[in-house]
């Protein structure tokens, strides 16, 4: 009768503890993607331009990009609440100047309220990492972009990439999108 008792708690416990996370596992798949980009990305202007991204790291049907047409573009396909992170290798590889950069989200050709975060980078061959983020709601077909700008064209200022001999390569963007609600 004790280990009949001592079963039938155990069998409960289990019940109280596993069940609530077997049901609250989300059919489907959540919308996600991350993008990078393994060439370095220097402008020739100190006009904002696009940033583009070569590579699908981890893409799923809820993002679409294409890393080889419109390498800009990332679209939405599913409505909700996203977290969007852009993170840049920022730096120089020449010149005496300090080289700002800046790096900001645009959505559906707007720039995105309070996302701009800048780096000065005062030495050559130094790196940081900048990074632009938001959570915002969105819609099937918007279009989201990474944009930068530079303050000096003469000091090949920008997004570095990096290969290190023995280890991964240092993209000179890696950006992450995920939707965290309806």
Not at 95 to 122: F, K, M, Q, Y
Not at 163 to 182: D, K, L, M, Q, Y
Request: overall charge negative; charged content about 10%.
């Amino acid at each position: 009768i004790t280990l009949g008792v001592i079963a039938l708690g155990l069998a409960a416990m289990s019940v109280i503890l596993i069940a609530p996370l077997a049901f609250a596992q989300e059919a489907g798949f959540t919308p996600a993607a991350q993008l990078s980009h393994t060439v370095s990305i220097q402008p020739k202007t100190t006009k904002p331009v696009y940033v583009i991204m070569n590579s699908n790291d981890y893409i799923n049907g809820g993002i679409t990009h294409s890393s080889s047409r419109n390498t800009a573009d990332v679209i939405v396909n599913e409505e909700g609440s996203y977290l969007i992170v852009a993170a840049g290798q920022v730096g120089k590889t020449s010149g005496n100047t300090t080289c700002n950069v800046d790096l900001w989200l645009r959505l559906n050709g707007e720039h995105v309220a309070n996302s701009n975060t800048r780096a000065s980078i005062p030495t050559a061959n130094d790196t940081i990492v900048l990074v632009s983020q938001a959570i915002m709601p969105l819609k099937p077909d918007d279009t989201l972009n990474t944009m930068m700008s530079v303050s000096a064209t003469d000091q090949g200022c920008g997004l570095i990439n990096t290969a290190p001999s023995t280890e991964p390569n240092i993209p000179a963007i890696i950006f992450s999108i995920v939707r965290i609600g309806n």
